[in-house]
């Protein structure tokens, strides 16, 4: 049987049918494995996108990841992936079996969906090309629409330049009780401004992505990862993007603070189509998230049970261009209150407004990659603002919350990346009024790396604790944010490290805070005294206003 290049390219981006063990096989040709071809699977395991009765697989084929001609050590020709999921950790209950085609054009990926599984039930799989066996992940399956769910944690992760510090966050992360980790953008940098690494002999990617090649290169180096790619293996994933996937504060064809030829739209087009396919080849997305050319599908949205919806956004590709510059601070832009521009574009802010108003779970959960809060940097009598956040985007953060507040959604709370600090935030229908009502709460969650050590509390902690009544808490530490819901309450702990320039850091629980059912806002749950401490380097991010590199 001969198959097509099309053919091929779809085998590897959905995989082929899951064989239930006992039917008769899959009928496609097999691509042997090069004899010579070394440990394939460098770049670990993953799955993602979990419904009611499956999940999507991933992993990449990369006996050398850093091969300087981003195709990872492989050779030109296809081969064929094998995969198994079993119900126990050994195998002898395997439920589904199938293969997939790893192409060069895919960089070797492969991302094989399965269906007709259980719900709420967790699964173990694991892939075999040639010889090599790739090491055994376990994912979940989300429980049925409408069923009575009493209880759900996850964590939220974002911004992780390899150049800033070691991914420690991500040991600890595996070793929480999880039924999925959300990442809200910044997994990778396309550049890499600092060498934060004590010790490190891997040599650091300075040179800014521009081509396909250049992003492989970033995907592979933080894929390689071992605290990330043990919390790949732990849990299905959500993922979602920021600017930094492609260049830092980008907006719909516009290309961010750039001064060279990819300022021009056909120019930069032809960028994006390049980060999006690696981001593709990397991440465990579904074939609906395969890239067309310079677009691509990444808002969406989960439900698990009665319990909880998680809807996805893209504040990136349908965003007008920031105002007043390229998302600095301003302290005089009458333009952030256009009518006219948008952070959503106008078809995702209906289907989102849509699918709030008419959801019937108990825990609405948004994942945005910016803040939604107003965020003012001077405790004066003036105003400092950021434009590349909701703050530049002002009729979308009005009409997002005003009909929020019409329509009477009860349980919105935000999450949000992008700042490399921890907030909790109350979020008003019209934030020029501070007595209209409040409707919702964002929690932003830290980096895990991005901005290096970090401190407990900066100089610009101080200035937003002054100047935003509506803000909680501040804390500018690394680490991650682990959510629990239940049907009465949702409970947010910000987990943090006191360093990751070196390896090692151990992990704590900052402060906790909770929202309750029918109540909007946050209030605290509990906090210990500040560490006194300061930390070994200083927080890069956090010594300017603001930065979110």
Not at 55 to 77: E, I, N, Y
Not at 507 to 535: H, K, L, M, N, Q
Request: glycine share 8%; aromatic share 10%; hydrophobic share 35%.
């Amino acid at each position: 049987m001969t198959v097509s290049r099309r053919q091929l390219l779809r085998f590897g981006a959905a995989g082929s049918t899951a064989v239930l063990v006992g039917a008769a096989a899959v009928s496609s040709e097999r691509f042997r494995a090069p004899r010579r071809l070394g440990d394939p699977f460098t770049l670990g395991v993953a799955s993602g996108d979990p419904t009611p009765d499956g999940v999507v697989l991933w992993t990449r084929l990369a006996p050398d990841p850093l091969a300087p001609d981003g195709f990872g050590g492989m050779t030109l020709a296809p081969v064929t992936v094998d995969f198994e999921l079993a119900r126990d950790e050994g195998f002898r209950d395997v439920v589904v079996r199938g293969s997939a085609v790893a192409t060069r054009e895919l960089a070797h990926s492969v991302h094989p969906e399965i269906n007709g599984l259980e719900p709420d039930r967790w699964y173990f799989y694991r892939f075999r090309a040639g010889e090599s066996i790739s090491p055994t992940g376990r994912t979940k399956t989300a429980p049925r629409p409408g069923s009575a769910t009493a209880r759900m944690r996850f964590a939220y992760a974002s911004c992780q330049s390899w150049g800033y510090g070691y991914f420690t966050a991500y040991d600890h992360m595996s070793a929480e009780d999880l039924d999925l980790v959300v990442h809200l953008g910044d997994y990778i940098y396309e550049s890499a401004w600092v060498q934060g690494r004590a010790g490190s002999t891997q040599r650091d990617l300075a040179d800014e992505a521009f081509d396909l090649r250049g992003y492989r290169m970033r995907y592979a180096q933080v894929r390689s990862e071992a605290p990330l790619q043990a919390a790949h293996a732990a849990f299905p994933w959500l993922i979602t993007m920021d600017d930094h996937e492609v260049h830092d504060n980008w907006a719909g064809d516009h290309n961010g603070p750039s001064f060279d030829v990819y300022h021009l739209p056909a120019l930069f087009r032809r960028r994006r189509t390049a980060a999006f396919q690696a981001l593709y080849e990397h991440q465990p997305l579904r074939i609906a998230q395969l890239p067309s050319g310079p677009e691509i599908l990444m808002h969406r949205r989960y439900a698990f049970g009665d319990l909880a919806e998680i809807t996805l956004l893209d504040t990136r590709q349908y965003r007008s261009p920031q105002a007043c510059g390229d998302g600095d601070v301003v302290t005089d832009c009458p333009a952030r209150f256009d009518p006219d521009r948008t952070i959503l574009g106008a078809r995702q802010r209906d289907w989102l407004l849509n699918g709030l108003t008419s959801s019937p779970s108990r825990w609405q959960i948004l994942g945005n990659q910016v803040a939604m809060a107003r965020s003012d940097y001077d405790p004066g009598d003036g105003e400092a603002l950021g434009t590349d956040a909701w703050d530049g985007y002002v009729a979308d953060r009005n009409t997002l919350l005003g009909t929020v507040a019409r329509r009477g959604v009860d349980n919105l709370v935000v999450i949000t990346g992008d700042r490399h600090h921890n907030y909790a935030a109350d979020l008003r229908s019209d934030f020029s009024d501070l007595e209209s009502p409040v409707v919702a709460t964002e929690f932003t969650g830290t980096s895990i790396s991005s901005g290096g050590d970090g401190e407990d509390m900066s100089d610009v902690g101080r200035r937003l604790e002054a100047a935003n009544p509506d803000l909680k808490f501040f804390n500018g530490q690394r680490g991650y944010v682990r959510v629990e819901l239940d049907q009465q309450l949702c409970r947010t702990d910000f987990r943090v490290l006191p360093y990751v320039h070196r390896p090692g850091a151990p992990v704590t629980t900052r402060a906790s805070y909770v929202v309750r059912d029918g109540i909007a806002g946050t209030t605290e749950a509990w906090r210990p005294d500040p560490p006194v401490t300061r930390p070994a380097t200083p927080d890069i991010a956090t010594d300017a206003l603001p930065s979110n590199r």
